[in-house]
């Protein structure tokens, strides 16, 4: 089935919308049955369009799940940074600095507190990359509950329910839907 995505400019007041940059990044823990290893998934996106996703099986065993989120956060703040300076360079301000969404509260907490460093040694140096980002004030880190976690799509599979509610989020509709002109509203997840 061909998706598509389609970001509805000049509608309301959407034309002179400031532009803000949101991110989901999410990690299944050890989901791989052959090497155990997880996969991130992030997805990114200005005034609710994505502009940029992945899911990726990451290249190290996490030894739990904040670790395994932990290295999705900084695989997604790399993403989020690149995205910031290339729209710099096109001389595109955001209204905001951007924000990253995870829905695990120690991998948030370990990107917030150095007093969690001690804890979590074993993870490389450059893992640590989003608490740099956070601490120099160019990203914000936001929970946000797993009912609402649109990165799920990219790690996992999903109930139909909240499988509609991540594609009706991120605006996905098939080619059939686009060329009837069905626009999908943002809904809200109701199992």
Known sequence: MDVGILLRRGIGDTLNAPLQLQAY?????????????????????????????????????????????????????????????????????????????????????????????????????????????????SLKLKFVTSREQLADLFTKGLCSPQHSFICSSLMLMTKHQAEEGYWPDKAICED
């Open 25 to 137: 990044c999410d990690a299944d823990w050890a989901g791989d049955p052959n090497d155990r290893k997880s996969t991130t998934g992030f997805v990114i996106l200005i005034n609710d369009a994505p502009i940029s996703w992945c899911s990726k099986k990451q290249s190290a065993v996490s030894r739990s799940s904040t670790e395994a989120e932990y290295r999705s956060m900084a695989d997604t703040t790399s993403e989020i940074m690149w995205l910031s300076l290339l729209l710099q360079d096109l001389h595109i301000q955001l209204e905001d600095i951007p924000t990253l969404h995870c829905d695990n509260v120690s991998a948030l907490a370990l990107a917030t507190n150095p007093v969690y460093h001690s804890k979590l040694k074993h993870i490389e140096v450059d893992v640590h990359f989003t608490r740099v980002q956070v601490k120099k004030g």
